[in-house]
């Protein structure tokens, strides 16, 4: 299993990044997916799940209405739209596939920092 994310980078206040998860070594558009983020000095938590076949979403209170995911089961890849970024986004981002509770697979993860 490898998950691989990019998109990750230095934006301003209010500015947006799209990040990508390429996933492989496991059936993707069979599984829900899901990024979380780890800020410095913090816990890390769940950021948005998306199902299987991407008809339904969940986030956090603290993105809904300025983060979007979605994935593209053709070419294995789940997406974070964030828009309207805030300093308190900043947080290495990660992707996730749990194919069971209690197994987790986790990517290396893409810096995302929020300052001017």
């Known amino acids: 299993v490898q998950l691989v994310e990019s998109g990750g980078g230095l934006v301003q206040p209010g500015g947006s990044l799209k990040l990508s998860c390429a996933a492989s070594g496991f059936t993707f558009s069979s599984y829900s997916m899901s990024w979380y983020r780890q800020a410095p000095g913090k816990e890390r938590e769940l950021v948005a799940t998306?199902?299987?076949?991407?008809?339904?979403?969940n986030y956090a209170d603290s993105v809904k209405g300025r983060f979007t995911i979605s994935r593209d089961n053709a070419g294995n890849t789940v997406y974070l739209q964030m828009n309207t970024l805030k300093p308190e986004d900043t947080a290495v981002y990660y992707c996730n596939w749990r194919p069971f509770w209690g197994m987790n697979y986790w990517g290396k993860g893409t810096l995302v920092t929020v300052s001017s």
């Open positions: 998306i199902s299987s076949g991407g008809d339904s979403s």
